[in-house]
């Protein structure tokens, strides 16, 4: 079992930036994908940007492409969401999700094991 952490959302103005963390406890994410998802009021949890298990890959929707970074540290025990150039559209509940694989495919539906208990990022006009 993967405990999946969050933390970094928050109130900000549109334009400003906001970097979520995604921390497992207990252990790092050596051969995890991973990726973020969001999740606004009365619509359904979407897809938002993906790191493979190498983290030479990575995927964005097109809707943060170009604002939204993932990365992952060196130790692999965070991954990060970096979120420039927010809107209000972007105010959402984030998740991460993670998933054990064996290659460096990387998923973009919500068909990982694991995922988080969500942080609350609003970006106000």
């Known amino acids: 079992q993967v405990q999946l952490v969050e933390s970094g959302g928050g109130l900000v103005q549109a334009g400003g930036s906001l970097r979520l963390s995604c921390a497992a406890s207990?252990?790092?994410?050596?051969?995890?994908?991973i990726g973020w998802f969001r999740q606004a009021p009365g619509k359904e949890r979407v897809f938002v940007a993906a790191l493979s298990r190498s983290g030479s890959r990575t995927i964005y929707a097109d809707s943060v492409k170009g604002r939204f970074t993932i990365s992952r540290d060196n130790a692999q025990t965070t991954v990060y969401l970096q979120m420039n150039s927010l809107k209000p559209e972007d105010t959402a509940v984030y998740y991460c999700a993670a998933e054990l694989r064996y290659t460096d495919y990387v998923r973009v539906d919500l068909g990982y094991d694991y995922w988080g208990q969500g942080t609350q990022v609003t970006v106000s006009s």
């Open positions: 207990g252990r790092t994410f050596s051969g995890y994908a």
